[in-house]
């Protein structure tokens, strides 16, 4: 699984959006833009809940990146997307089921900058 042609589309329309996790000042300072999303995200601790990374390479169910887009009891603020299911914010479209097995599958083959 490839970040730049199976993953980062999915973050440019779910989650690296203005206002989000993209910009100047990214929410949580997790940048998921092109060219920003593994250095923001991969081996990074999380600020919601700092015992987690917020991608755990290899470790899917232990990153909080993919708690939060399935909305895992336990994690803090609100699931991701925000607004999803449902009406998503700031033109954000909602994960499918496809888009979150992509993520967690990137995520197990070692969440790579390729």
């Avoid at 929410?27 to 755990?56: C, F, M, N, W």
């Amino acid at each position: 699984m490839l970040l730049s042609t199976n993953v980062q589309p999915i973050l440019n329309r779910s989650c690296a959006l203005a206002g989000c996790h993209a910009g100047a000042v990214p929410a949580q300072g997790q940048d998921l833009s092109a060219g920003h999303t593994v250095a923001s995200s991969v081996g990074v601790k999380s600020t919601e809940i700092p015992r987690l990374y917020r991608i755990k390479p290899g470790k899917p169910d232990d990153s909080y990146l993919v708690q939060k887009i399935e909305a895992t009891p336990g994690i803090a603020g609100i699931p991701m997307p925000q607004g999803c299911p449902g009406s998503p914010l700031n033109g954000a479209q909602c994960l499918s089921a496809d888009d979150i097995s992509a993520i967690r599958q990137w995520i197990t083959e070692c969440a790579q900058a390729n």
